[in-house]
């Protein structure tokens, strides 16, 4: 069997686990320096850049991907839970513990690694359909999503591009400090669309937020579900519902993250009254869970 996670992956899972260990506490205010403004005249917020064209995402499909996020996933503090983690993805919980207890990738790797090949080879055509119709349904989502997403942050994209694995594992996977993101490949029309734009936004609010905020002011924990409920928000302007449909007013108390249901509701106030994307920033990052 050949051997699929690479030298590469291995060293970018060091990574997701420190990303995504994340939102397993009940949320709690914390004690947050909030920016100051200099002057005492109200500043004009900051114009947005035009947008001109969709954001452009390459649609790929990376079976070494998906075994180095396998491992990373399940060797994380999953705020999902490991059993609802392991559903998701269609792995049998036996296998998600061995992962999760290994002394070393090595001591599961060719598991992994069969697991991975076999969905791949099963499910190869689907994949490839699947690869085929996200782009078109980008070509057809992506310019109104670029433009709600820069006009409402009020920042350019920090990535020239984004590249979107199909995944034959993964429901959707985010990328804290890059242009990474996944989807799962059998998802319906909406969701394929509502994922996507969840993954994206996520990456690109946290990366703002990250403009404003630094680590001794706000923990990686606390800006990713900042910006897990902001990506909820984003997808619900008006422009934008007709492609992903409606969100429930209370996403997080049904979702895998039921811990943000409490800040999702007050960050759906200061959201919907803000007065500049910093200013809301600003203003949410008092009442983020505790680190």
């Known amino acids: 069997m050949r051997k699929i996670i690479g030298p590469a992956h291995v060293a970018a899972i060091g990574a997701l686990v420190a990303a995504l260990g994340c939102g397993s506490?009940?949320?709690?205010?914390?004690?947050?320096?909030?920016p100051t403004?200099?002057?005492s005249a109200t500043p004009e917020p900051p114009r947005a850049p035009p947008v001109q064209q969709a954001l452009p995402v390459r649609f790929v499909i990376d079976a070494e991907y998906d075994a180095s996020r396998i491992f990373g996933m399940?060797?994380?503090?999953?705020?999902?839970?490991?059993?609802?983690?392991?559903?998701?993805m269609g792995i049998d919980v036996a296998l998600a513990r061995r992962v999760q207890r290994a002394e070393s990738l090595?001591?599961?790797?060719?598991?992994?690694?069969?697991?991975?090949?076999?969905?791949?080879?099963?499910?190869?055509?689907?994949?490839?359909?699947?690869?085929?119709?996200?782009?078109?349904?980008?070509?057809?989502?992506?310019?109104?999503?670029?433009?709600?997403?820069?006009?409402?942050?009020?920042?350019?994209?920090?990535?020239?591009?984004?590249?979107?694995?199909?995944?034959?594992?993964?429901?959707g996977i985010s990328d804290w400090h890059g242009n990474r993101v996944a989807v799962l490949y059998s998802h319906g029309t909406a969701q394929k669309r509502r994922i996507l734009g969840h993954e994206i936004a996520l990456s690109h609010v946290f990366q703002v937020v990250r403009t404003l905020f630094d680590e001794a002011q706000l923990s990686d924990r606390q800006?990713?579900?900042?910006?897990?409920?902001?990506?909820?928000?984003?997808?619900?302007?008006?422009?934008?519902?007709?492609f992903c449909g409606p969100s429930s007013s209370e996403y997080f108390r049904t979702s895998n993250y039921p811990q943000l249901a409490v800040v999702e509701s007050k960050l759906r106030t200061l959201y919907r009254n803000r007065s500049s994307f910093a200013g809301y920033v600003a203003k949410a990052a008092p009442n983020l869970p505790m680190r």
Do not use: K
């Open 223 to 242: 800006v990713w579900a900042l910006s897990e409920i902001t990506a909820v928000l984003l997808l619900e302007d008006p422009r934008l519902q007709r």
């Open 74 to 88: 399940f060797r994380i503090d999953d705020p999902a839970g490991l059993e609802s983690r392991a559903a998701s």
């Open 25 to 34: 506490g009940q949320p709690q205010a914390a004690s947050v320096a909030v």
């Open 106 to 171: 090595a001591a599961v790797e060719a598991e992994i690694d069969g697991l991975v090949q076999s969905r791949h080879e099963q499910h190869g055509r689907e994949l490839i359909r699947a690869r085929n119709h996200f782009e078109q349904l980008w070509n057809e989502f992506g310019p109104a999503f670029t433009e709600v997403v820069v006009e409402t942050t009020q920042h350019g994209w920090f990535h020239q591009h984004y590249e979107c694995v199909v995944s034959a594992f993964h429901p």
């Open 37 to 39: 403004v200099a002057s």
